[in-house]
Each structure stands twice: as structure tokens, then as C-alpha cells.
């Protein structure tokens, strides 16, 4: 129980600091949205515990919609139903060419419980790990497992490369540095911007629920949650909203450091990883949701970084252009609770 009440009041206090930024840009949230999300989340959703993220998703888009899934909600109610223990086999990402087995992996090797692997699960003799990493890659990416929202994410060069300090980090992947596509490193050449599209899987239909881009800010190394820039897209068209937003949804017109527009620019080869995501869920069908992080490269290649089935971000496609899914129903879930 105490876990329980520590778990939405740290959702609380999030979704209300969000509230607030937006009420600084956007003026005061109105009684009547506010009234409207606290009967919906009592009547429909169980327990009005769930209306400070419907605030922010109300606040954001100037009405409130039903059909909108708070982050908490979804978090105890719908991923139990929908996903159950199965989404934490995402978090291994030294697993991922062994679950997935695609070649839009960029895996070069994995280390799992002291002993290193190629990427087709052959074991790899420990003097030859540089060798391998840096044969054809200037630099490298590894990352634990349990890695998220860009903690337990590193970079190596041959230089900075240390087999005994890379070894204390624990299990995970290495995987090969991306060239991004040169439309993409106009926002930040400094980081490769990810594309998050996220998909549903319900009686044996996969099906895209949104897209959006996160940028990089000046100085970083890759995307990190605390700091990225993230532009909605249009899932139809590929491309960008003219407004893009900051972690705590201030909205922005152009990248604060590059002062690149978002309007206007269309992501390379949207309709192929759009294509690309939908068939790799069908290898875990078993899993309702799944957030699925991709970059382009310079030749217009689609490579999976990542994927994320645990409690994978749905509240900025919530926020931005939601309800993402009135027909699965999830809001119904809470009756049977």
C-alpha cells in the first residue's frame, strides 16, 4: 500500500509542476476542464488519483477529450492487462538480437554475466573486444541493461575504450555509433535524434498510436529524457508540427540551440520505419504496447536503438495529440480491477 501511494503521489507532483509551466505560457487551466477531468477520472477511470495527468493533457490541447489515459493509470491499470511481466524482457538490451532477431539492430556485441558474444551469439574471447568494436567503428555505444531514459548510456573511441572499466559496468550491448541523416543533424549534429513511434498490438492487429522526435541539446551525447526536445509528427505525412516542446511541454518554434524551424521538415524515410516498427512487433505480439526508438541514417537506413515495453512514454502523445486509444478501450479496464 505505502509503495502504492508513493507511486501516484510522485506522479502528482509531476504532472501538477507540468500544470504549472503550462499555465505560465498558456494562462490558467479553466474550472470547467478541471471539473470535467476530476468527474472523468472518478466515474470512468475509478479515483479521481488519476486527474492531475488529464489537467496536463486538457491544459495542453484547450478542451478536455475522453478516452485519455493518465500515465498512472496506465502504469497500475493497463499495463497489467495488456503486457503483464512480459515488457520487462525489454529492459535487457544485451537480450534484444536474441528476442527480436532483426537486422535493424546495430549490435556488435553483448556482455552478459562476465562473457562477451558477437551479435550471432557466438562467445568472443576477451582480447579480441577492441578489435572487434573498433574493426570498422570510430566509436561506440554501450548500454546496460536496465538502461533508460538515456542513464547507463556510454560512448567510447579506441582511445577512450578500457576493458576493465567497461566490464564493472555490468551486462548490456555495444552497438555501433549511427551517422545520422543530414536532415536530422541540422537540429543537433552533436547527438543522433531518435524517432519514437509507438504501436499497439490487440487481437493480432499491430497498429501505429503516434510518433514523435527527440532532439538532442547542445553538449549532449544522446538523447537524455531530462534535457531532449521533443516534435510530434504527423503519422500520415511524416512530417514535424511547427511546435515542439521542451520536458516541461514549454511549447518552441525552432531548436533552442540551432534555431532550426520544426515546420515544414519531413522525416527521411517515415513511411519505411513506420513499416519497419509494425513488423517487428509482430515477433512479441504478446505485448500490447511497445515504444520503439529508431534512427535514419545518412543512406536513409532505418536501425532500431532501442525498444521500450515496460512502462513505455505515452503521456507526450497523450498530451499532444490524444486520445490515442478510445477503440482498445483501456479506459473500461478500472471495472475490473
Known amino acids: 500500500m505505502a509503495i502504492d501511494v508513493e507511486y501516484h503521489h510522485r506522479h502528482r507532483k509531476e504532472a501538477l509542476a507540468i500544470l504549472k509551466s503550462l499555465e505560465r505560457n498558456l494562462g490558467k487551466f479553466s474550472r470547467q476542464d478541471k471539473v470535467a477531468c476530476d468527474n472523468y477520472a472518478k466515474e470512468v477511470l475509478g479515483s479521481r488519483k488519476y486527474a492531475p495527468w488529464l489537467y496536463v493533457y486538457a491544459r495542453n ?54 562473457q562477451w558474444f558477437s551479435h550471432d551469439q557466438v562467445w568472443i574471447d576477451p582480447v579480441h573486444i577492441k578489435e572487434i568494436l573498433f574493426q570498422t567503428n570510430s566509436r561506440v555505444v554501450f548500454k546496460e541493461d536496465n538502461s533508460l531514459q538515456g542513464i547507463g548510456v556510454h560512448i567510447f573511441d579506441s582511445k577512450t575504450f578500457d576493458l576493465d572499466a567497461v566490464s564493472k559496468l555490468g551486462n548490456g550491448v555495444f552497438q555501433g555509433y549511427i551517422k545520422q541523416h543530414e536532415t536530422l543533424s541540422k537540429f543537433d549534429p552533436g ?23 527527440r532532439i538532442g541539446r547542445l553538449g549532449d551525447s544522446h538523447i537524455k529524457s531530462a534535457s531532449a526536445i521533443k516534435v510530434p509528427v504527423d503519422t500520415l505525412t511524416g512530417c514535424l508540427s511547427t511546435e515542439g516542446f521542451s520536458p516541461k511541454l514549454e511549447r518552441l518554434l525552432h531548436h533552442p540551440d540551432s534555431k532550426v524551424a520544426f515546420s515544414g521538415i519531413e522525416i527521411p524515410a517515415f513511411s519505411d520505419a513506420l513499416k519497419c516498427v509494425q513488423d517487428l512487433h509482430t515477433q512479441v505480439p504478446f505485448i500490447g504496447c511497445v515504444g520503439w526508438d529508431v534512427a535514419i541514417d545518412h543512406e536513409n537506413k532505418i536501425w532500431l536503438l532501442e525498444w521500450n515495453a515496460g512502462h513505455n512514454d505515452i503521456k507526450f502523445i497523450e498530451a499532444t495529440h490524444g486520445p490515442m486509444s478510445v477503440d482498445l478501450k483501456w479506459e473500461s479496464f478500472s471495472r475490473n480491477v
Not at 71 to 79: F, I, R, S
Not at 198 to 210: A, D, E, P, Y
Open 191 to 213: 547527438s543522433v535524434a531518435t524517432l519514437r513511434i509507438t504501436t499497439s498490438s490487440h487481437l493480432g492487429v499491430i497498429k501505429v498510436r503516434g510518433a514523435y522526435l
Open 61 to 114: 490541447q484547450g478542451q478536455f477529450k475522453p478516452g485519455w489515459i493518465p500515465d498512472n493509470y496506465y502504469g497500475k491499470v493497463v499495463l497489467p492487462k495488456i503486457t503483464n511481466n512480459y515488457g520487462k524482457i525489454a529492459s535487457f538490451k544485451s537480450l534484444q538480437q536474441y528476442i527480436l532477431k532483426s537486422e535493424l539492430l546495430n549490435d556488435i556485441l553483448t556482455r552478459i554475466n562476465g
